[in-house]
Protein backbone atom coordinates (compact mmCIF):
# COMPACT_ATOMS: atom_id res chain seq x y z
CA UNK A 1 0.00 0.00 0.00
CA UNK A 2 1.40 3.44 -1.02
CA UNK A 3 0.11 5.13 1.89
CA UNK A 4 2.01 2.86 4.48
CA UNK A 5 4.78 5.54 5.33
CA UNK A 6 2.00 8.13 6.48
CA UNK A 7 0.01 5.41 8.39
CA UNK A 8 2.96 4.73 10.34
CA UNK A 9 3.72 7.87 11.11
CA UNK A 10 0.03 9.23 12.58
CA UNK A 11 -0.41 5.37 13.66
CA UNK A 12 -1.04 6.03 17.78
CA UNK A 13 -0.82 2.18 18.06
CA UNK A 14 1.89 0.63 15.89
CA UNK A 15 2.76 -3.11 16.17
CA UNK A 16 5.71 -4.32 14.03
CA UNK A 17 6.40 -7.77 13.36
CA UNK A 18 4.97 -8.92 16.46
CA UNK A 19 5.10 -12.32 17.50
CA UNK A 20 4.64 -14.42 20.46
CA UNK A 21 5.48 -18.04 20.94
CA UNK A 22 4.25 -19.60 24.11
CA UNK A 23 6.50 -22.63 25.34
CA UNK A 24 5.29 -25.35 28.29
CA UNK A 25 6.76 -28.53 28.63
CA UNK A 26 8.87 -28.46 25.34
CA UNK A 27 6.10 -28.20 22.91
CA UNK A 28 5.94 -24.38 21.05
CA UNK A 29 2.81 -22.63 20.42
CA UNK A 30 2.59 -19.96 18.15
CA UNK A 31 -0.17 -17.48 18.77
CA UNK A 32 1.22 -14.35 16.84
CA UNK A 33 3.33 -14.72 13.85
CA UNK A 34 4.54 -11.55 12.83
CA UNK A 35 1.57 -8.86 13.31
CA UNK A 36 2.08 -5.49 11.81
CA UNK A 37 -0.91 -2.84 13.30
CA UNK A 38 -1.46 0.54 12.60
CA UNK A 39 -3.88 2.09 14.52
CA UNK A 40 -4.43 6.12 13.60
CA UNK A 41 -5.51 8.55 15.93
CA UNK A 42 -9.27 9.04 16.69
CA UNK A 43 -10.41 5.95 15.06
CA UNK A 44 -12.41 2.72 16.17
CA UNK A 45 -10.15 -0.48 14.70
CA UNK A 46 -11.36 -3.61 14.91
CA UNK A 47 -9.43 -6.78 15.12
CA UNK A 48 -11.82 -10.20 14.38
CA UNK A 49 -11.12 -13.38 14.01
CA UNK A 50 -12.36 -17.03 15.21
CA UNK A 51 -11.23 -18.23 18.90
CA UNK A 52 -7.22 -19.19 18.48
CA UNK A 53 -6.63 -16.52 15.84
CA UNK A 54 -4.42 -14.78 18.39
CA UNK A 55 -6.40 -11.31 18.14
CA UNK A 56 -6.67 -11.61 22.42
CA UNK A 57 -2.98 -12.85 22.68
CA UNK A 58 -2.13 -9.56 20.48
CA UNK A 59 -4.58 -6.99 22.42
CA UNK A 60 -2.62 -8.34 25.49
CA UNK A 61 0.78 -7.68 24.02
CA UNK A 62 -0.45 -4.04 22.97
CA UNK A 63 0.03 -2.86 27.05
CA UNK A 64 2.12 -5.74 27.70
CA UNK A 65 -0.07 -7.61 29.70
CA UNK A 66 1.49 -10.35 27.67
CA UNK A 67 5.40 -9.74 26.59
CA UNK A 68 5.42 -10.40 23.03
CA UNK A 69 8.46 -12.72 21.67
CA UNK A 70 10.00 -10.47 19.69
CA UNK A 71 8.60 -7.71 17.25
CA UNK A 72 7.84 -3.94 18.68
CA UNK A 73 5.35 -1.99 19.94
CA UNK A 74 4.34 1.69 20.31
CA UNK A 75 1.39 3.48 22.00
CA UNK A 76 1.20 7.25 21.53
CA UNK A 77 5.39 7.20 20.89
CA UNK A 78 6.46 5.27 23.73
CA UNK A 79 8.14 2.21 22.55
CA UNK A 80 6.45 -0.04 25.39
CA UNK A 81 8.45 -3.34 24.34
CA UNK A 82 11.78 -0.79 24.99
CA UNK A 83 10.12 -0.90 28.81
CA UNK A 84 11.74 -2.96 31.33
CA UNK A 85 9.80 -5.35 33.72
CA UNK A 86 7.76 -8.40 32.72
CA UNK A 87 4.36 -9.60 32.28
CA UNK A 88 3.76 -9.12 36.06
CA UNK A 89 6.64 -7.22 37.24
CA UNK A 90 6.27 -3.94 35.23
CA UNK A 91 8.44 -1.60 35.80
CA UNK A 92 7.99 2.24 36.79
CA UNK A 93 7.73 3.27 32.95
CA UNK A 94 6.02 0.59 32.37
CA UNK A 95 3.29 1.08 34.95
CA UNK A 96 2.95 4.52 33.87
CA UNK A 97 2.52 4.00 30.02
CA UNK A 98 0.01 1.84 31.26
CA UNK A 99 -2.38 4.07 33.32
CA UNK A 100 -2.43 6.31 29.85
CA UNK A 101 -3.66 2.99 27.86
CA UNK A 102 -7.67 2.18 29.11
CA UNK A 103 -8.80 -1.29 28.74
CA UNK A 104 -12.14 -2.88 29.18
CA UNK A 105 -12.74 -6.83 29.82
CA UNK A 106 -15.26 -9.38 28.56
CA UNK A 107 -15.73 -10.46 32.05
CA UNK A 108 -15.81 -6.75 33.57
CA UNK A 109 -13.21 -7.52 35.92
CA UNK A 110 -14.77 -5.61 38.68
CA UNK A 111 -14.09 -5.76 42.19
CA UNK A 112 -17.01 -7.21 44.24
CA UNK A 113 -15.72 -5.35 48.07
CA UNK A 114 -15.83 -1.81 46.39
CA UNK A 115 -19.09 0.04 45.21
CA UNK A 116 -19.04 1.45 41.67
CA UNK A 117 -18.25 4.62 42.78
CA UNK A 118 -14.97 3.22 44.10
CA UNK A 119 -14.24 0.99 41.79
CA UNK A 120 -14.27 3.54 39.55
CA UNK A 121 -11.69 5.52 42.09
CA UNK A 122 -9.29 2.61 41.98
CA UNK A 123 -7.01 3.37 38.89
CA UNK A 124 -7.40 6.66 40.21
CA UNK A 125 -5.60 5.79 43.55
CA UNK A 126 -3.25 4.24 41.52
CA UNK A 127 -2.18 7.74 39.78
CA UNK A 128 -2.04 9.06 43.77
CA UNK A 129 -5.18 11.74 43.30
CA UNK A 130 -6.27 12.90 46.28
CA UNK A 131 -9.91 11.95 47.91
CA UNK A 132 -11.93 14.67 46.49
CA UNK A 133 -10.30 14.90 43.05
CA UNK A 134 -11.25 11.33 42.64
CA UNK A 135 -14.69 11.62 44.17
CA UNK A 136 -15.15 14.77 41.17
CA UNK A 137 -13.55 12.72 38.48
CA UNK A 138 -15.57 9.41 39.14
CA UNK A 139 -18.63 10.89 39.70
CA UNK A 140 -18.26 12.76 36.02
CA UNK A 141 -16.82 9.52 34.47
CA UNK A 142 -20.14 8.14 35.88
CA UNK A 143 -22.63 10.24 34.29
CA UNK A 144 -20.54 10.00 31.07
CA UNK A 145 -21.69 6.46 30.70
CA UNK A 146 -24.93 7.25 32.31
CA UNK A 147 -24.65 5.54 35.72
CA UNK A 148 -24.62 8.60 37.87
CA UNK A 149 -27.42 7.52 39.99
CA UNK A 150 -25.60 3.78 40.76
CA UNK A 151 -22.52 5.00 42.15
CA UNK A 152 -23.16 3.68 45.81
CA UNK A 153 -24.33 0.22 43.95
CA UNK A 154 -21.95 -2.62 44.14
CA UNK A 155 -21.70 -4.43 41.14
CA UNK A 156 -23.52 -7.57 41.81
CA UNK A 157 -26.61 -5.56 41.89
CA UNK A 158 -25.93 -4.34 38.44
CA UNK A 159 -27.07 -5.78 34.85
CA UNK A 160 -24.36 -6.89 32.79
CA UNK A 161 -24.65 -3.73 30.43
CA UNK A 162 -24.25 -1.32 33.79
CA UNK A 163 -21.03 -3.56 34.72
CA UNK A 164 -19.90 -3.13 31.45
CA UNK A 165 -20.12 0.69 31.98
CA UNK A 166 -18.81 1.09 34.77
CA UNK A 167 -15.48 -0.71 33.58
CA UNK A 168 -15.40 1.79 30.77
CA UNK A 169 -15.80 4.64 33.32
CA UNK A 170 -13.05 2.76 34.99
CA UNK A 171 -10.57 2.65 31.69
CA UNK A 172 -11.36 6.23 30.88
CA UNK A 173 -10.30 7.32 34.34
CA UNK A 174 -6.65 7.98 33.47
CA UNK A 175 -7.43 10.33 30.72
CA UNK A 176 -6.12 7.76 28.08
CA UNK A 177 -5.90 8.43 24.32
CA UNK A 178 -6.32 4.53 23.61
CA UNK A 179 -9.20 2.32 25.14
CA UNK A 180 -8.48 -0.86 24.60
CA UNK A 181 -11.43 -3.67 24.74
CA UNK A 182 -11.07 -7.51 24.89
CA UNK A 183 -14.64 -8.43 23.77
CA UNK A 184 -16.12 -6.39 26.04
CA UNK A 185 -19.71 -7.14 24.43
CA UNK A 186 -18.97 -10.45 24.13
CA UNK A 187 -20.55 -11.45 27.34
CA UNK A 188 -24.11 -9.62 26.40
CA UNK A 189 -27.02 -9.81 24.86
CA UNK A 190 -27.30 -8.19 21.40
CA UNK A 191 -29.53 -5.02 22.66
CA UNK A 192 -27.02 -4.43 25.59
CA UNK A 193 -24.07 -4.95 23.04
CA UNK A 194 -25.67 -2.26 20.65
CA UNK A 195 -26.01 0.27 23.83
CA UNK A 196 -21.97 -0.63 24.86
CA UNK A 197 -21.32 -0.39 21.20
CA UNK A 198 -23.13 3.12 20.70
CA UNK A 199 -21.07 4.08 23.64
CA UNK A 200 -18.22 3.47 22.73
CA UNK A 201 -18.77 5.24 19.35
CA UNK A 202 -19.95 8.80 21.51
CA UNK A 203 -16.84 8.27 23.37
CA UNK A 204 -14.84 7.93 20.53
CA UNK A 205 -16.07 10.94 19.10
CA UNK A 206 -16.82 13.31 22.13
CA UNK A 207 -13.33 12.75 23.55
CA UNK A 208 -11.68 11.86 20.26
CA UNK A 209 -10.76 8.53 22.16
CA UNK A 210 -8.61 5.54 19.76
CA UNK A 211 -10.05 2.47 20.13
CA UNK A 212 -8.95 -0.86 19.86
CA UNK A 213 -11.54 -3.51 20.01
CA UNK A 214 -11.25 -7.06 19.72
CA UNK A 215 -14.39 -9.62 18.78
CA UNK A 216 -15.43 -12.99 17.25
CA UNK A 217 -18.49 -11.09 15.84
CA UNK A 218 -18.84 -9.47 12.22
CA UNK A 219 -22.12 -6.83 13.49
CA UNK A 220 -19.80 -5.28 16.32
CA UNK A 221 -17.27 -4.58 13.28
CA UNK A 222 -20.20 -3.53 11.13
CA UNK A 223 -21.79 -1.25 13.50
CA UNK A 224 -18.82 0.79 15.27
CA UNK A 225 -15.60 0.49 13.39
CA UNK A 226 -13.83 2.40 11.30
CA UNK A 227 -11.29 0.03 10.11
CA UNK A 228 -10.62 -3.64 10.18
CA UNK A 229 -7.89 -6.09 10.77
CA UNK A 230 -9.10 -10.23 10.17
CA UNK A 231 -7.07 -12.85 11.95
CA UNK A 232 -6.11 -16.50 11.12
CA UNK A 233 -3.03 -18.53 12.21
CA UNK A 234 -1.85 -15.52 14.32
CA UNK A 235 -1.55 -13.57 10.98
CA UNK A 236 -3.40 -10.75 9.86
CA UNK A 237 -4.85 -11.41 6.44
CA UNK A 238 -6.76 -8.66 5.54
CA UNK A 239 -6.54 -5.34 6.94
CA UNK A 240 -7.84 -1.83 5.88
CA UNK A 241 -10.52 1.03 6.03
CA UNK A 242 -14.08 -0.63 6.27
CA UNK A 243 -14.89 1.47 3.16
CA UNK A 244 -12.02 0.73 1.15
CA UNK A 245 -12.53 -2.81 2.20
CA UNK A 246 -15.52 -3.09 0.85
CA UNK A 247 -14.68 -1.56 -2.87
CA UNK A 248 -11.80 -4.32 -2.67
CA UNK A 249 -12.15 -6.67 -4.97
CA UNK A 250 -12.41 -10.54 -3.36
CA UNK A 251 -12.21 -9.04 -0.06
CA UNK A 252 -12.66 -11.88 2.58
CA UNK A 253 -13.48 -9.45 5.15
CA UNK A 254 -16.38 -7.73 2.81
CA UNK A 255 -17.49 -10.53 1.95
CA UNK A 256 -18.04 -11.27 6.04
CA UNK A 257 -19.41 -8.15 6.39
CA UNK A 258 -21.75 -7.99 3.76
CA UNK A 259 -22.49 -11.38 2.92
CA UNK A 260 -25.01 -12.24 0.11
CA UNK A 261 -24.43 -15.96 -0.22
CA UNK A 262 -28.00 -16.61 0.51
CA UNK A 263 -29.20 -15.11 -2.80
CA UNK A 264 -29.50 -17.27 -5.90
CA UNK A 265 -26.45 -17.84 -8.47
CA UNK A 266 -28.01 -17.36 -11.41
CA UNK A 267 -28.52 -19.74 -14.26
CA UNK A 268 -25.90 -21.60 -16.31
CA UNK A 269 -24.78 -19.38 -19.46
CA UNK A 270 -25.45 -16.25 -18.11
CA UNK A 271 -23.28 -13.67 -15.96
CA UNK A 272 -23.57 -13.14 -12.37
CA UNK A 273 -22.49 -9.82 -11.56
CA UNK A 274 -21.79 -8.41 -7.44
CA UNK A 275 -22.17 -4.86 -7.29
CA UNK A 276 -21.51 -2.76 -4.52
CA UNK A 277 -22.50 0.75 -4.07
CA UNK A 278 -21.85 3.59 -1.65
CA UNK A 279 -22.60 7.19 -0.29
CA UNK A 280 -23.51 9.24 -3.71
CA UNK A 281 -23.58 6.05 -6.17
CA UNK A 282 -26.58 4.62 -4.34
CA UNK A 283 -28.56 7.40 -5.87
CA UNK A 284 -28.11 6.83 -8.72
CA UNK A 285 -30.51 4.93 -11.13
CA UNK A 286 -27.86 2.48 -12.44
CA UNK A 287 -29.98 -0.59 -13.17
CA UNK A 288 -32.43 1.22 -15.46
CA UNK A 289 -29.79 3.25 -17.08
CA UNK A 290 -27.71 -0.15 -17.91
CA UNK A 291 -31.33 -1.82 -19.17
CA UNK A 292 -32.12 1.59 -21.54
CA UNK A 293 -28.85 2.15 -22.75
CA UNK A 294 -27.53 -1.64 -23.48
CA UNK A 295 -30.73 -2.93 -23.99
CA UNK A 296 -30.28 -6.16 -21.58
CA UNK A 297 -32.65 -7.81 -19.13
CA UNK A 298 -31.62 -7.48 -15.99
CA UNK A 299 -32.45 -10.16 -13.62
CA UNK A 300 -32.25 -9.05 -9.88
CA UNK A 301 -30.98 -12.20 -7.27
CA UNK A 302 -30.71 -10.37 -4.75
CA UNK A 303 -29.31 -6.99 -2.94
CA UNK A 304 -29.24 -5.58 0.57
CA UNK A 305 -28.58 -1.87 2.07
CA UNK A 306 -26.68 -1.55 5.27
CA UNK A 307 -25.25 1.24 7.37
CA UNK A 308 -21.25 0.26 7.69
CA UNK A 309 -18.74 2.58 9.28
CA UNK A 310 -21.53 5.47 9.09
CA UNK A 311 -21.95 5.15 5.62
CA UNK A 312 -24.70 3.49 3.63
CA UNK A 313 -23.33 0.47 1.66
CA UNK A 314 -25.22 -1.58 -0.85
CA UNK A 315 -24.79 -4.59 -2.71
CA UNK A 316 -26.72 -5.64 -5.54
CA UNK A 317 -26.33 -9.09 -6.87
CA UNK A 318 -27.40 -9.40 -10.53
CA UNK A 319 -27.98 -11.72 -13.57
CA UNK A 320 -27.01 -10.89 -17.13
CA UNK A 321 -27.72 -13.10 -20.65
CA UNK A 322 -24.93 -14.34 -22.17
CA UNK A 323 -21.22 -14.83 -21.24
CA UNK A 324 -18.85 -12.86 -19.41
CA UNK A 325 -17.31 -11.84 -22.80
CA UNK A 326 -20.92 -11.17 -24.08
CA UNK A 327 -21.15 -8.45 -21.15
CA UNK A 328 -17.64 -6.79 -20.86
CA UNK A 329 -19.24 -3.60 -22.11
CA UNK A 330 -21.79 -3.09 -20.05
CA UNK A 331 -19.85 -4.05 -17.31
CA UNK A 332 -17.26 -1.03 -18.13
CA UNK A 333 -20.58 0.79 -18.17
CA UNK A 334 -21.11 -0.15 -14.27
CA UNK A 335 -17.60 0.39 -13.60
CA UNK A 336 -17.77 3.82 -15.06
CA UNK A 337 -20.09 4.92 -12.30
CA UNK A 338 -17.85 4.44 -9.93
CA UNK A 339 -19.93 1.09 -8.85
CA UNK A 340 -17.35 -1.92 -7.83
CA UNK A 341 -18.10 -5.06 -9.63
CA UNK A 342 -17.29 -8.28 -9.21
CA UNK A 343 -17.95 -11.02 -11.77
CA UNK A 344 -19.01 -14.50 -9.86
CA UNK A 345 -18.60 -17.48 -11.75
CA UNK A 346 -21.53 -19.56 -11.60
CA UNK A 347 -20.30 -22.05 -8.68
CA UNK A 348 -20.30 -18.83 -6.29
CA UNK A 349 -18.36 -16.87 -4.89
CA UNK A 350 -14.84 -17.25 -6.45
CA UNK A 351 -14.77 -13.56 -7.49
CA UNK A 352 -12.57 -12.75 -10.58
CA UNK A 353 -11.81 -9.45 -11.44
CA UNK A 354 -11.93 -10.49 -15.65
CA UNK A 355 -11.34 -7.96 -18.29
CA UNK A 356 -11.95 -4.23 -17.74
CA UNK A 357 -13.27 -2.30 -20.82
CA UNK B 1 -17.38 -27.97 95.70
CA UNK B 2 -19.73 -24.91 95.80
CA UNK B 3 -20.69 -22.64 93.22
CA UNK B 4 -19.25 -19.98 94.69
CA UNK B 5 -15.59 -21.66 95.12
CA UNK B 6 -16.29 -22.57 91.55
CA UNK B 7 -16.58 -19.14 89.99
CA UNK B 8 -13.82 -17.96 92.34
CA UNK B 9 -11.46 -20.41 90.08
CA UNK B 10 -13.74 -19.83 86.98
CA UNK B 11 -13.08 -16.26 86.65
CA UNK B 12 -8.99 -15.59 86.38
CA UNK B 13 -9.12 -18.68 84.18
CA UNK B 14 -11.85 -17.03 81.77
CA UNK B 15 -9.33 -14.03 81.98
CA UNK B 16 -6.62 -15.97 81.46
CA UNK B 17 -7.48 -18.33 78.49
CA UNK B 18 -8.85 -15.09 76.62
CA UNK B 19 -5.95 -13.18 77.11
CA UNK B 20 -3.85 -15.59 76.11
CA UNK B 21 -5.89 -16.22 72.66
CA UNK B 22 -6.46 -13.02 72.08
CA UNK B 23 -3.25 -12.06 72.14
CA UNK B 24 -2.10 -15.04 70.19
CA UNK B 25 -4.52 -14.40 67.65
CA UNK B 26 -3.28 -11.02 66.94
CA UNK B 27 -0.18 -11.98 66.53
CA UNK B 28 -0.76 -15.04 64.36
CA UNK B 29 -3.09 -12.56 61.72
CA UNK B 30 -0.12 -10.21 62.21
CA UNK B 31 2.20 -12.63 60.93
CA UNK B 32 0.34 -15.47 59.16
CA UNK B 33 -1.73 -12.63 56.57
CA UNK B 34 1.60 -11.47 54.91
CA UNK B 35 3.19 -15.07 54.81
CA UNK B 36 0.03 -16.34 53.31
CA UNK B 37 0.01 -13.70 50.69
CA UNK B 38 3.54 -14.44 50.20
CA UNK B 39 2.71 -18.18 49.60
CA UNK B 40 0.41 -17.28 46.72
CA UNK B 41 2.28 -14.31 45.39
CA UNK B 42 5.34 -16.45 44.94
CA UNK B 43 3.56 -20.15 43.39
CA UNK B 44 4.06 -21.13 40.15
CA UNK B 45 2.18 -18.80 37.70
CA UNK B 46 2.17 -15.86 41.06
CA UNK B 47 3.11 -12.47 40.18
CA UNK B 48 6.43 -12.73 42.26
CA UNK B 49 6.92 -16.33 40.88
CA UNK B 50 9.61 -17.91 42.72
CA UNK B 51 10.31 -21.57 43.17
CA UNK B 52 13.20 -21.69 45.71
CA UNK B 53 11.48 -18.99 48.21
CA UNK B 54 7.91 -20.40 47.44
CA UNK B 55 8.85 -24.08 48.25
CA UNK B 56 11.04 -23.59 51.51
CA UNK B 57 8.07 -21.06 52.57
CA UNK B 58 5.73 -24.06 52.15
CA UNK B 59 8.18 -26.77 53.79
CA UNK B 60 8.68 -24.52 57.25
CA UNK B 61 4.91 -24.47 57.19
CA UNK B 62 4.13 -28.46 56.84
CA UNK B 63 6.80 -29.08 59.21
CA UNK B 64 5.46 -26.65 61.99
CA UNK B 65 2.07 -28.00 61.13
CA UNK B 66 2.85 -31.57 61.34
CA UNK B 67 4.34 -31.19 64.58
CA UNK B 68 2.36 -32.32 68.03
CA UNK B 69 1.57 -29.00 69.64
CA UNK B 70 2.63 -30.36 73.18
CA UNK B 71 5.88 -31.25 71.45
CA UNK B 72 6.21 -27.80 69.42
CA UNK B 73 5.62 -26.24 73.20
CA UNK B 74 8.54 -27.75 74.82
CA UNK B 75 10.62 -27.03 71.89
CA UNK B 76 10.15 -23.86 72.00
CA UNK B 77 10.84 -22.92 75.71
CA UNK B 78 14.19 -21.13 75.24
CA UNK B 79 12.59 -19.22 72.50
CA UNK B 80 9.88 -18.04 74.40
CA UNK B 81 12.20 -17.09 77.44
CA UNK B 82 14.10 -15.23 75.05
CA UNK B 83 10.70 -13.13 73.43
CA UNK B 84 9.12 -12.66 77.14
CA UNK B 85 11.95 -12.89 79.53
CA UNK B 86 9.79 -15.88 80.89
CA UNK B 87 8.85 -19.36 80.55
CA UNK B 88 5.40 -19.25 82.91
CA UNK B 89 2.37 -17.81 82.55
CA UNK B 90 -0.11 -16.56 80.01
CA UNK B 91 2.05 -14.14 78.29
CA UNK B 92 5.18 -16.99 77.91
CA UNK B 93 2.32 -19.52 76.53
CA UNK B 94 1.37 -16.95 73.51
CA UNK B 95 4.59 -17.63 71.50
CA UNK B 96 4.37 -21.32 71.18
CA UNK B 97 0.75 -20.61 70.15
CA UNK B 98 1.43 -18.22 67.84
CA UNK B 99 4.40 -20.45 66.69
CA UNK B 100 2.08 -22.97 66.13
CA UNK B 101 -1.28 -21.21 64.24
CA UNK B 102 0.54 -18.70 61.91
CA UNK B 103 1.59 -21.58 59.10
CA UNK B 104 -2.20 -22.94 59.87
CA UNK B 105 -3.70 -19.18 59.52
CA UNK B 106 -2.02 -18.60 56.95
CA UNK B 107 -2.55 -21.78 54.77
CA UNK B 108 -6.32 -20.67 55.35
CA UNK B 109 -5.32 -17.34 53.86
CA UNK B 110 -3.40 -18.83 50.99
CA UNK B 111 -6.78 -20.63 49.76
CA UNK B 112 -8.93 -17.69 49.60
CA UNK B 113 -6.96 -15.42 48.21
CA UNK B 114 -6.14 -17.91 45.63
CA UNK B 115 -10.17 -17.77 44.74
CA UNK B 116 -9.37 -13.97 43.98
CA UNK B 117 -10.69 -13.76 40.45
CA UNK B 118 -7.47 -13.83 38.06
CA UNK B 119 -8.69 -11.08 36.00
CA UNK B 120 -9.14 -8.73 38.89
CA UNK B 121 -4.93 -8.92 38.82
CA UNK B 122 -4.95 -8.60 34.89
CA UNK B 123 -7.23 -5.18 35.38
CA UNK B 124 -4.81 -3.85 38.49
CA UNK B 125 -1.68 -4.76 35.90
CA UNK B 126 -3.26 -3.02 33.00
CA UNK B 127 -4.30 0.11 34.94
CA UNK B 128 -0.75 0.29 36.16
CA UNK B 129 -1.00 -0.88 39.74
CA UNK B 130 2.33 -2.45 40.68
CA UNK B 131 2.35 -5.80 43.05
CA UNK B 132 1.72 -3.56 46.16
CA UNK B 133 -1.53 -2.33 45.16
CA UNK B 134 -3.28 -5.37 43.86
CA UNK B 135 -1.93 -7.19 47.22
CA UNK B 136 -3.53 -4.29 49.20
CA UNK B 137 -6.40 -3.11 47.17
CA UNK B 138 -7.19 -5.81 45.45
CA UNK B 139 -6.32 -9.49 46.84
CA UNK B 140 -6.85 -8.64 50.67
CA UNK B 141 -9.98 -6.85 50.28
CA UNK B 142 -11.57 -9.26 47.62
CA UNK B 143 -10.19 -12.29 49.95
CA UNK B 144 -11.59 -10.67 53.33
CA UNK B 145 -14.33 -12.65 53.55
CA UNK B 146 -12.61 -16.03 53.56
CA UNK B 147 -9.85 -14.16 55.21
CA UNK B 148 -12.22 -13.65 58.56
CA UNK B 149 -13.67 -17.20 58.24
CA UNK B 150 -9.97 -18.19 58.84
CA UNK B 151 -9.03 -16.40 61.82
CA UNK B 152 -12.70 -17.14 63.27
CA UNK B 153 -10.95 -21.66 62.75
CA UNK B 154 -7.93 -19.86 63.87
CA UNK B 155 -9.72 -18.39 66.88
CA UNK B 156 -11.30 -21.87 67.85
CA UNK B 157 -8.15 -24.01 67.20
CA UNK B 158 -6.09 -21.69 69.69
CA UNK B 159 -8.42 -22.21 72.17
CA UNK B 160 -8.50 -25.78 72.02
CA UNK B 161 -4.42 -25.37 71.78
CA UNK B 162 -4.74 -23.08 75.10
CA UNK B 163 -5.53 -25.94 76.98
CA UNK B 164 -2.53 -27.99 76.12
CA UNK B 165 -0.88 -24.40 77.14
CA UNK B 166 -2.20 -23.88 80.46
CA UNK B 167 -0.76 -27.44 81.78
CA UNK B 168 2.67 -26.25 81.14
CA UNK B 169 1.66 -22.74 83.10
CA UNK B 170 -0.26 -20.78 80.94
CA UNK B 171 -3.35 -21.46 83.40
CA UNK B 172 -6.95 -20.94 81.62
CA UNK B 173 -9.62 -22.39 81.68
CA UNK B 174 -8.75 -26.19 79.70
CA UNK B 175 -6.34 -26.25 82.49
CA UNK B 176 -8.83 -25.84 84.89
CA UNK B 177 -10.49 -28.24 83.93
CA UNK B 178 -7.93 -30.71 83.60
CA UNK B 179 -6.10 -30.25 87.04
CA UNK B 180 -9.62 -30.08 89.33
CA UNK B 181 -12.04 -31.90 87.19
CA UNK B 182 -9.55 -34.92 86.02
CA UNK B 183 -7.07 -35.00 88.59
CA UNK B 184 -9.10 -34.51 91.42
CA UNK B 185 -12.23 -35.96 90.42
CA UNK B 186 -14.44 -32.97 90.25
CA UNK B 187 -16.26 -34.33 86.95
CA UNK B 188 -19.43 -31.75 87.35
CA UNK B 189 -16.67 -28.97 87.50
CA UNK B 190 -15.32 -30.70 84.53
CA UNK B 191 -18.40 -30.34 82.75
CA UNK B 192 -19.45 -26.77 83.85
CA UNK B 193 -16.36 -25.62 82.23
CA UNK B 194 -16.65 -27.82 79.24
CA UNK B 195 -19.63 -25.91 78.66
CA UNK B 196 -18.12 -22.45 79.48
CA UNK B 197 -15.51 -23.33 76.96
CA UNK B 198 -18.11 -24.46 74.31
CA UNK B 199 -20.38 -21.46 74.88
CA UNK B 200 -17.06 -18.91 74.12
CA UNK B 201 -16.86 -21.19 71.11
CA UNK B 202 -20.17 -20.92 69.69
CA UNK B 203 -20.28 -16.98 70.43
CA UNK B 204 -16.93 -16.90 68.42
CA UNK B 205 -18.36 -18.66 65.61
CA UNK B 206 -21.70 -16.88 65.53
CA UNK B 207 -19.80 -13.60 65.69
CA UNK B 208 -17.04 -14.96 62.98
CA UNK B 209 -20.35 -16.05 60.52
CA UNK B 210 -21.85 -12.89 60.99
CA UNK B 211 -19.71 -10.89 59.53
CA UNK B 212 -18.66 -13.34 56.98
CA UNK B 213 -22.07 -12.53 55.91
CA UNK B 214 -21.90 -9.05 56.21
CA UNK B 215 -18.77 -9.06 54.09
CA UNK B 216 -19.81 -11.23 51.54
CA UNK B 217 -23.30 -9.68 51.19
CA UNK B 218 -22.15 -6.39 50.40
CA UNK B 219 -24.20 -5.31 47.29
CA UNK B 220 -26.68 -8.74 48.36
CA UNK B 221 -28.78 -7.99 50.97
CA UNK B 222 -28.89 -3.77 51.04
CA UNK B 223 -26.51 -4.21 53.75
CA UNK B 224 -28.58 -5.90 56.48
CA UNK B 225 -27.96 -9.20 56.64
CA UNK B 226 -30.69 -11.81 58.18
CA UNK B 227 -29.57 -14.18 60.57
CA UNK B 228 -31.92 -17.01 59.72
CA UNK B 229 -32.17 -17.14 56.03
CA UNK B 230 -35.57 -18.83 54.98
CA UNK B 231 -34.16 -22.15 53.93
CA UNK B 232 -36.28 -23.62 50.82
CA UNK B 233 -38.87 -26.34 52.38
CA UNK B 234 -38.21 -29.53 51.76
CA UNK B 235 -40.51 -31.57 49.88
CA UNK B 236 -42.34 -34.51 51.77
CA UNK B 237 -41.05 -37.38 49.58
CA UNK B 238 -37.83 -35.79 49.49
CA UNK B 239 -37.57 -36.01 53.00
CA UNK B 240 -38.18 -39.80 52.94
CA UNK B 241 -35.54 -40.24 50.71
CA UNK B 242 -33.29 -39.00 53.48
CA UNK B 243 -34.54 -41.03 56.01
CA UNK B 244 -34.98 -44.22 54.01
CA UNK B 245 -32.08 -46.70 54.64
Redesign the interface.
Known amino acids: MPRAPDLRKAAVITTTDLTKVYRSRGREVTALAGVDLHVRPGEVYGVVGTSGAGKSTLIRCV?M?ERPTSGTVTVDGVELTALPGG????GKEL?????R?G?V?Q?F?L?????VQQNVE??L???GLDRTERRRKAAELLDLVGLGDKAR?????LSGGQKQRVGIA?AL??DPKVL?SDEATSALDPETTRSILKLLRELNQQLGLTVLLITHEMDVIKSVCDSAALMRGGRVVESGELTDLLSRTGSELAHELFPLGEFGTGRSGSTVLEITFQGDTSAQPFVSQLARTYQVDINILGAAVETIAGRQVGRMRVELPGSHQDNVVPIGFLREQGLQVDVLDTNGIGATNGAVA | MTWDQMQELMWPATQETLQMVGLSTLCTVLLGLPLGVLLVLTAKG????NQPVNKVLGAIVNLTRSMPFIILMIALISFTRWVTGNSLGWQAATVPLTVGAIPFFARLVETSIREV?R??V??????????W?LVR??LV??A?PGIVASVTTTVIALIGYSAMAGTVGGGGLGDLAYRYGYLRFETTFMWIIVAEIAVIVTVIQLAGDYAVRR?AG???GGGRTRLLRPRPAATATGDKELVAP
Open positions: NLENRAREARRIMFHNLSSRTLPEIISYPQQRAGL | GVLQDGLEAVHAMGGGTTKVPELLRGL
